[in-house]
């Protein structure tokens, strides 16, 4: 049984889509020269609220991407959305990057940039707004906009949480 859901779990990653963040070339200086090394960090996501993200590092570009595809994987989340959007507005931090990202009406699109971009298209959102401030790294960006999307909740987890109907919650 244990390997059925192993399997189950493989063959539900075949519709994951990934998209490439960034790729950097890292120099180790060595006394007989220059070694050159890539790190990739890559966003997967299934469209649907569910995504992840990771990091490969490795002598050439393609392999770099693909053990950062494998590690994305490994670090899935699921997110609650809303219809198109969000639920609610919500700020993240990772380091000197800090996101702003708010629900917006249908129609909108996805008014984000870079990173922020690659991780809430990944997500399936269609309607955003978001703002990036302080550091551009892209490692740190996304890190902060998933720190934004796990503070999310929705009103089903709301009345869960204060034990309360779901009528409650929303008048009072």
Do not use: W, Y
Request: charged letters at 25%; hydrophobic letters at 40%; one cysteine or more.
């Amino acid at each position: 049984q244990r390997q059925m859901c192993i399997r189950d779990r493989a063959s539900s990653d075949i519709e994951l889509k990934d998209r490439l963040v960034a790729v950097q070339r890292v120099v180790k200086v060595t006394k007989g020269g220059r070694t050159f090394r890539f790190s990739a960090i890559v966003v997967v996501g299934d469209g649907n609220g569910v995504v992840g993200h990771g990091l490969g590092k490795s002598k050439d570009v393609a392999s770099a991407i693909a053990k950062a595809v494998e590690d994305a994987k490994k670090n899935l989340v699921r997110i609650a959305l809303h219809k198109t959007t969000l639920p609610h507005e919500q700020k993240g931090k990772h380091g000197g990057a800090k996101v702003f990202i708010k629900p917006a009406s249908q129609g909108t699109g996805v008014i984000a940039g870079g990173a922020v971009r690659a991780v809430l298209e990944s997500l399936g959102v269609q309607d955003v707004l978001s703002k990036s401030q302080g550091s551009s790294n892209p490692h740190n960006v996304v890190k902060a906009t998933f720190d934004a999307l796990l503070r999310l909740r929705n009103a089903n987890t709301i009345a869960q949480e204060r034990g309360v109907s779901l009528e409650k919650v929303f008048n009072g």
